[in-house]
Structures are given as structure tokens and as C-alpha cells.
């Protein structure tokens, strides 16, 4: 029996929070919104949110450095800033295209980055350079996912694909028609050699690497757009927000629903959840939404 409780709510972004992502400590994470105000949280300290950047234009996507304790910013329209967090000053920036940065993804000490005119960048964290790139499709590059068995990169794309590149020199192995609208969040399963699909068309999909992407499951998960995966620090749990303005938890055995988190049953999101966080202090979740807060869930499983 899955039983949830609601034990904080932070605010302070002044628009949409679109990016949740780990800090240094399990109990620390940063947010990004609309706003262009990068915070990071205190999930002991829940008051003291601690301004990291401001930017003029929208954050969609972060990435922790944990070997260099850097967080690198996708800043809409600019490009990447390098933020080093023992002073909490930018060390470095790189403007590599006009486009919106929707992902970051850390693999070595290379940063993935999936951007809005279809191009998937690879940049060298020690050069602030751009060693590899590769654009398969004039439509937005919306997510990675980083296969954690092989050198495999997934991405999804808002022409309905899913495109999987070798990760060393970003060569395209397969394309795959995988839903009928954007496909928002990708990830690949921590226990099982699987990949997750979610999209704007409210279904998620399973997926088999090992016989060249099949169709395992396709499940019609929400009411509208699921914005993000995310799996629980155990890996046999996940869960999937939506603009629908839930959240749901579900098994990662054998796929089911296992509860929805919504605003009549539980004070939830009054508008689209855009993105999750689950910690490994005290497998607490967070959630953010258009409506500019983020909420802290205990969850006990």
C-alpha cells in the first residue's frame, strides 16, 4: 500500500518551473523556469532557496557536474553557462546555437545537449567545445536518454521519433516511428534492459534495445501531453507527470498503476506538472508546474 503525503510547497520563481534536477547532496536540488532564475533547494532547509543564476530567458534544462561540482545551464536562445558551485560564479559559457536547449545529459565528461532545431550536440567539458553533432531532423530534439549498458544514445523528437545514436561518434544506428506527437521524456530502465517512451500523445511505450527497439507495451498513461519519466532510486518504481496536472506512481516489474497524485486527492498542481525529481533522502519526490511552485512528496512504498 503506497502511501503519499504532501510536505512542502516552495515558491519564488515568478513564471512556469520547466527543470528539476540533482544537486551535490541527496537532500539539495536545483530548479530552472521561465523566469531564467536558477535556484537550488535545501530539502532539510526547505525556506532557503539560494539563487544560483538569473538569466533573461527561459531555463529548460540542467546538468550537475558531480567530479567538477559545476552545474551546467541551457539558457534559451544562449547557449550553455558553466556555474562553478563552490562560488557560485559563471566559469564559462558556450553559445552553439540559436535554438532552445530542451536536455542536458552528462555521459563522461562530455555534455549531451538536444536543442530545437533537431541537432544533438556533444561538448567537451574540459574545452568548452563542441566535438561531435549530428541533426536528423528539422523538428526540436526534445530528450536523452543515456542506455547505462552500452554506448547507446536515445533521443526523442517532436516529429514522433525516437533516434538512437552511437555515443562515441554520434552516428544515427536506427530511427524509430514510436508515437503519433512529440515524444517529451525518454528513459532507459535501471534493472531492465528496456526504453521508456513518453509523449504529447498521453501514451507511454516499453521498448526492447536488444531486439532492435520492439514494441513491448504501449499504455495509455494520462488524459494529455506526459512531460517526464522518472524512476524511483530503488528503480522498481517510476512516475510520470503530465499536463493533465497529475502525477502517477507505477510499478517498473510489471508496468501497472499503482496511484494517481492529483489536486482534489492530495493539494497537488493546479496546472501542468512539467517535470520530477525523486531523491534518495528519505525517497522523497518533487514536483513543479505551471503554476510556479514545486511540491515535496513523502512517499512511502
Excluded at 109 to 115: E, K, P, S
Excluded at 183 to 195: G, M, Q, T
Aim: hydrophobic residues 35%.
Amino acid at each position: 500500500m503506497i502511501q503519499i503525503n504532501k510536505v512542502n510547497t516552495f515558491k519564488g520563481h515568478k513564471d512556469a518551473i520547466y527543470t528539476l534536477h540533482q544537486g551535490a547532496e541527496p537532500w539539495q536540488f536545483f530548479s530552472g523556469s521561465g523566469d531564467g532564475m536558477v535556484v537550488k533547494w535545501d530539502l532539510k532547509n526547505p525556506d532557503q532557496g539560494q539563487l544560483i543564476a538569473n538569466l533573461p530567458t527561459s531555463v529548460y534544462a540542467l546538468q550537475y557536474i558531480p567530479n567538477r561540482n559545476m552545474l551546467v545551464i541551457g539558457q534559451n536562445y544562449q547557449g550553455i553557462h558553466i556555474i562553478d558551485l563552490e562560488t557560485n560564479k559563471e566559469i564559462g559559457s558556450l553559445k552553439f546555437t540559436d535554438a532552445a536547449i530542451f536536455d542536458l545529459k552528462l555521459m563522461d565528461d562530455y555534455v549531451l545537449a538536444a536543442t530545437g532545431d533537431g541537432t544533438l550536440f556533444k561538448i567537451d567539458l574540459g574545452t568548452l567545445t563542441i566535438t561531435k553533432k549530428s541533426q536528423n531532423s528539422t523538428k526540436s530534439a526534445r530528450c536523452i536518454s543515456i542506455n547505462p549498458h552500452n554506448s547507446e544514445i536515445a533521443v526523442g523528437y517532436s516529429d514522433s521519433y525516437i533516434r538512437v545514436f552511437n555515443g562515441e561518434d554520434l552516428q544515427l544506428d536506427q530511427e524509430i516511428e514510436a508515437h503519433k506527437n512529440s515524444v517529451f521524456s525518454l528513459s532507459y530502465h535501471p534493472l531492465k534492459p528496456l526504453l521508456l517512451s513518453a509523449s504529447r500523445d498521453a501514451h507511454l511505450k516499453i521498448w526492447d534495445p536488444n531486439r532492435e527497439y520492439e514494441l513491448v507495451e504501449s499504455i495509455v498513461a494520462h488524459m494529455y501531453a506526459i512531460n517526464h519519466i522518472e524512476f524511483s532510486p530503488s528503480g522498481h518504481h517510476f512516475v510520470t507527470c503530465s499536463m493533465d496536472k497529475s502525477i502517477k506512481v507505477w510499478s517498473s516489474e510489471e508496468f501497472q498503476l499503482l496511484k494517481v497524485i492529483d489536486k482534489s486527492r492530495y493539494a497537488s498542481h493546479g496546472t501542468s506538472v512539467n517535470k520530477l525529481y525523486w531523491s534518495t533522502y528519505q525517497n522523497q519526490l518533487a514536483s513543479c508546474s505551471d503554476d510556479r511552485t514545486i511540491s515535496i512528496w513523502d512517499l512511502k512504498i
